[in-house]
């Protein structure tokens, strides 16, 4: 199967940080690339699609960009609701991996 | 609105069964695959597979190959998981999440136990 890597693997940053999460494809994906946030005792929840296109009623401080192997999340302007874990997964053909994922914490 | 509303807590012994069901209401159920992803505890998202309730394709990821069964009624909208042959390391949530390709709704869950 294909892989995914994330990069950080785990974050701390302060309210207001810019903050940028990188995946990297073991193959070419094009930009069939999704973004989930999930914080603990929850489900997962779409952010991104396409590599860059804003799941509705996600907040514009959320960003993504990429294509091919190479992707990344950012958010502009840390919020501490933003708090959770950050995961990536491809979606070309199956299976649709994930990455392992990025915690991201406040200072 | 969206719902996937899942079956409950499951406590199984190694090498059972558990048949976990997510039934779906709010959009059209044969408009969209029904996927299977699990997490273990303290663990990251692993993808198990889907199914498309139009016409009963599946597709499965090769760790799970022989031990899933995805099976589904539309005539009350609802997906189901079997994972045979439980081992310890099978304990982890279980979401079903609807989708084209994209997961853009998700299930709360259903925690499967295993343990002597």
């Known amino acids: 199967d294909l892989q995914m890597t994330q990069s950080p693997s785990s974050l701390s940053a302060s309210v207001g940080d810019r903050v940028t999460i990188t995946c990297r494809a073991s193959q070419g994906t094009g930009i069939y690339l999704a973004w989930f946030q999930q914080k603990p005792g929850r489900p997962p929840k779409l952010l991104i699609y396409?590599?860059?296109k804003l799941h509705s009623g996600v907040p514009s401080r959320f960003s993504g960009s990429g294509s091919g192997t190479d992707f990344t999340l950012t958010i502009s302007s840390l919020q501490s609701e933003d708090v959770a874990t950050y995961y990536c997964q491809r979606y070309e053909t199956a299976p649709f991996t994930f990455g392992p994922g990025t915690k991201v914490d406040l200072k | 609105q969206v719902h996937l509303v899942q079956s409950g807590t499951e406590v199984k012994k190694p090498g059972a069964s558990v048949k976990v069901s997510c039934q779906a209401s709010?959009?059209?159920?044969?408009?969209?695959?029904m996927y299977w992803v699990r997490q273990a505890p303290g663990h990251g998202l692993e993808w198990m597979g889907r199914i498309n309730p139009n016409n009963g394709g599946k597709n499965f990821a090769q760790a799970f190959q022989g031990r899933v069964t995805l099976t589904m009624d539309r005539s009350n909208s609802t997906a189901y998981m079997e994972l045979s042959g439980l081992r310890s390391d099978d304990t982890a949530i279980y979401y079903c999440?609807?989708?084209?390709?994209?997961?853009?709704?998700w299930g709360p869950g259903t925690l499967v136990i295993v343990s002597s």
């Open positions: 396409a590599a860059s």
């Open positions: 709010g959009y059209s159920f044969t408009g969209y695959f």
């Open positions: 999440a609807r989708g084209i390709t994209v997961l853009d709704y």
